[in-house]
């Protein structure tokens, strides 16, 4: 009886004392974690206090690397739909805070894309909603069922709408808020509107600047972001110079992870690849006429369709009296005359229309510039950097691929002649940039979209 007493005891004691090692470790781990994210904390602030030329972000990361493997993120969701001329993006993002400062850091995107644009469909609203409900149907798979009261949802009209009658835009719009108000989302009164192209140019030039990890320190280690959409093309660059800080009516303020930055930022409409396109190729004032003959089109091309703003145009090139390349033969093929497009007369109605709309900034030459959007598209497509990873490359890199284009006869890139003589005439003739400076080219950084959209989506839940 007594063994047996004293045996229970000993249990007793033993299980007690194991209790207490385990809630003693427990606390040490929790005052460890503490220790080690207060130690994170000052080492940072000590850092940023004493240099900039330390990335404002290298201490929140370390932190917020090990908060995350305690399982302390909190996720936060936004979806941002994109109205543009020639189609319309949804992107729905997954961010979470940082431990500390509440910074917002992306952990991943769902892009989808659909065509025309909604614009396209101002006499059928309804037809525009349905491509909508779709893209929105996409998103609704993306993020979870718990957080769709708590996510904010827009949708920015860009220059397609902006080019619109007021009252055929405004219909459009007024559908697309009817259909949002059914939505589980979080909407208010201005999550359907068109976008100023001060805003598109501001939220490119962040989205740019997050994904490099630019932004949030000193200003002059940002980059100057170029957009050229299918209406507009817009320059954005934190303004440092006096001449730009001047340039008040073009200043703005953009939010960064640091506090708010001064921006220079200028959107020109009819500047977009279509837009220009329609002006050049078409003409305005052509009465009416669909059928269109075009000096930039290779004489090999007939009756080729190019949409824009609702109406269907059929473009061809000249059809006589048109210049011509002559192949020599070999031993086993005949020389021939090739049909051509004269470069020099095809860039100087280009040159012509881009000098009478662009506006060139100072400071932009003293600047890193990254271009996106059409920049991109084009230049992949006819080799000058890789479709999947982008790449650097010079403004006459661009005239040159023009020149070579232009003197083939392509059926299948009926306008790319045009495209490309008009991009190098916009980046140099239109924003003075030397034929040798360098444009960094890209459609994703780090994996992710280089679109307004995340720029928007950020100051949506931040701003």
Known sequence: MYNKSNKEHNEKTTSKSIRKRKDKTVSSLHT???????SGTLLTLFVVYY????????GHRAVDSIANSFGYHKPVHAVV???GSTGSRVLAFTFHESYFG?????????????????????????KGVATIAKLIEKAKKEIPEEYWSQTPLILKATAGLRMLPPEKANKLLDSVRDYFKKLPFLTNEKSVEIMEGTDEGIFSWFT???LLERIGGDPARTVAALDLGGGSTQTTFAATTPASLRDTKHIHRAQSPRGLIQVYTRSMEGLGLMAARHAVIVGHGNGGNVNVTSQCVNPVVRGRKFHYSGTDYYISGLQENY????????DIEVGEDIPIVSFSNCSESI???????????????LKTIVAFSYYYDRASEVGLIDEATGGQIK???FKNAAEKVCHEANADQPFMCFDLTFIWALLEKGFNLNENTKIYLYKKINGHETSWALGAAYNMLKG
Not at 51 to 58: A, G, L, V
Not at 323 to 330: A, D, I
Not at 351 to 357: E, I, P
């Open 32 to 38: 460890s974690l503490l220790c080690l994210i207060l």
């Open 51 to 58: 240099t900039d030329q330390i990335p404002w972000y290298i």
């Open 81 to 83: 739909i994109d109205a």
């Open 102 to 126: 509440q910074h917002l850091i992306l952990d991943k995107e769902l892009f989808q894309y659909s065509k025309p644009g909604l614009s396209s469909f101002a006499d059928n609203p309804q």
């Open 208 to 210: 740019v600047n997050f």
């Open 323 to 330: 210049p011509k390349s002559h192949v020599k033969g070999s």
């Open 351 to 365: 040159l012509k229309y881009v000098k009478s709309k662009a506006h060139a900034p100072e400071e932009l030459p």
């Open 395 to 397: 403004v006459k890199d």
